[in-house]
């Protein structure tokens, strides 16, 4: 690939990022707690191991509500026609963010906790 053409397609994919950033609000929501969970692991100075895991958990999230932006996009540019089977599609595209979501907490308890409970008790 060309230079040329690499960098045509990371202004795509940052022309993507500036759509998702300016009309979602739960992406925005969800890469604000992804950077402050991350900042407060290096403020914390959380193992790299554990640091490791808080960014891929957090962009596993992200990843997925981009996919669900994607998705409800596309979906609605047929909304006209709009068959009972694709709100369930929908509401499942929904449900594997909301998994991810729940996972990354469980995981963030887990990875936080010693730092937590020392501070705590």
Known sequence: ????????SVRY???GL???LRSEQNFRIQLLIA???????????LLAWKLVALVLISLMV????????????LVDAFR???HPAI??????????????????????VILF????????G
């Not at 690939?1 to 045509?8: I, R, S």
């Open 62 to 73: 992200l990843v997925l509500e981009l996919a669900n932006s994607i998705f409800e996009r």
């Open 35 to 45: 950077v402050l969970v991350i900042g407060a692991g290096f403020r914390l100075g």
């Open 87 to 108: 709100a369930d599609m929908k509401d499942i595209m929904a449900a594997a963010v909301l998994l991810a979501s729940l996972g990354a907490i469980v995981m963030g």
């Open 113 to 120: 906790w010693p730092h937590l409970a020392s501070r705590i």
């Open 80 to 82: 006209p026609r709009l």
């Open 13 to 15: 994919a940052l022309r």
């Open 1 to 8: 690939m060309h230079v040329h053409n690499l960098w045509k």
């Open 18 to 20: 500036l759509i998702v």
